[in-house]
């Protein structure tokens, strides 16, 4: 059995369809790819990569100009209200001004906000629905490996990884993500803080969930690499030196082993590195819009604060902080299935 045996045994017409829906009108054919990795070649262009990316960025960008040109617009014109009716009728016209500015403000921040997170979210759900279709065809092929006996441990592990992520980021960090946005941007209709220090806490709470999930699945992932890959070989290579003792036929029955072994290594790791691309094509976009959105509102930021309101300004800021933890969840959320692939593909290699 040689490779082109082996990946007919993988069903990739749901991890096509899977695909087709998550890149959109981006060409991606899954058996192609797998193919031409398996064969030694390149199958990615750098070139058509990185204009997908800039296609996707500028696209999504200009959908939300008109909405940053409008933060900017009502920031100033709320500093030029504030200042003359503090000059004409006193300090209580200027706070009701204020007061009336600043809902029309949150209202546009909270609508680019939630639009900001709920592409984090939609591309985590989607990819979480990705790894649960791609996870069977990987270990398939990992069974006609030499760590055939630790798949089913693997696949078990893997299926508790995306359990963890989606409690975890979907269910937890994504919405918490939220409350603290809300607490920041209530905490500027008062002249005093308010919800700092619970804004502080809830974001503790977040990075620290966080980092915690992360370290403890790469650990337990490293120490399965340790222990599994060893005992299946064990017993992998022990039934291998049994069949080669059978009188007369037991050198061509070793010999077909091992290359059955070799060629389902080679497209195991060939699965992975196909899934790992796919990974990489699909959060690369919504990672660098958040990353362009966190530098927009730090921009627009600094471009305000001489003239505009501290308040206000601060709005800006608490945007930028909310994007980032965006940023941080879902690039841990990605991360924790490639460096799961990557790792157990180098330890089962054998």
Do not use: H
Request: aromatic fraction near 10%.
């Amino acid at each position: 059995m040689g490779t082109e045996e082996i990946m007919g045994e993988i069903s990739c017409q749901e991890i096509q369809e899977m695909i087709d829906g998550m890149l959109g009108g981006q060409s991606f054919s899954f058996m192609e790819y797998l193919s031409e990795i398996v064969q030694g070649k390149m199958p990615v262009s750098f070139t058509d990569f990185f204009q997908a990316m800039f296609q996707g960025i500028t696209g999504s960008l200009v959908q939300e100009r008109k909405l940053y040109f409008s933060l900017v617009f009502i920031a100033v014109i709320g500093a030029v209200l504030s200042n003359f009716s503090k000059l004409l009728q006193g300090k209580q016209v200027a706070e009701t001004a204020f007061y009336a500015l600043y809902l029309l403000f949150f209202s546009i921040m909270l609508s680019v906000f939630l639009q900001t997170s709920q592409v984090a979210e939609q591309t985590l759900e989607r990819l979480l629905d990705f790894m649960k279709v791609l996870s069977p065809a990987y270990f398939i092929a990992m069974g006609f490996t030499e760590s055939a006996v630790s798949a089913g441990a693997y696949y078990e592990f893997t299926l508790v990884l995306i359990m963890l992520v989606q409690m975890v980021l979907v269910k937890f960090a994504f919405p918490a993500i939220q409350v603290f946005f809300l607490l920041r941007m209530a905490d500027q209709l008062s002249g005093r803080e308010m919800f700092s220090k619970m804004a502080e806490l809830v974001e503790d709470i977040v990075n620290f969930v966080m980092k915690t999930m992360f370290g403890l699945m790469m650990g337990l992932n490293v120490v399965q690499g340790l222990i599994l890959p060893v005992t299946s070989k064990l017993q992998t290579s022990s039934v291998v030196k049994l069949s080669s003792m059978i009188p007369g036929v037991g050198n061509v029955v070793s010999s077909v082993t091992s290359t059955v072994l070799c060629a389902g290594t080679l497209v195991k790791n060939a699965v992975g590195i196909t899934g790992i691309l796919v990974v990489v094509l699909y959060c690369g976009v919504p990672l660098l819009r958040l990353v362009i959105s966190r530098f927009l509102f730090q921009l627009m930021g600094a471009v305000v604060q001489p003239v505009s309101d501290k308040r206000l300004v601060a709005c800006f800021s608490a945007a930028k902080e909310s994007i980032r933890m965006l940023v941080y969840a879902l690039s841990t959320g990605s991360m924790m299935f490639v460096v799961s692939i990557t790792i157990i593909s180098t330890m089962t290699n054998g």
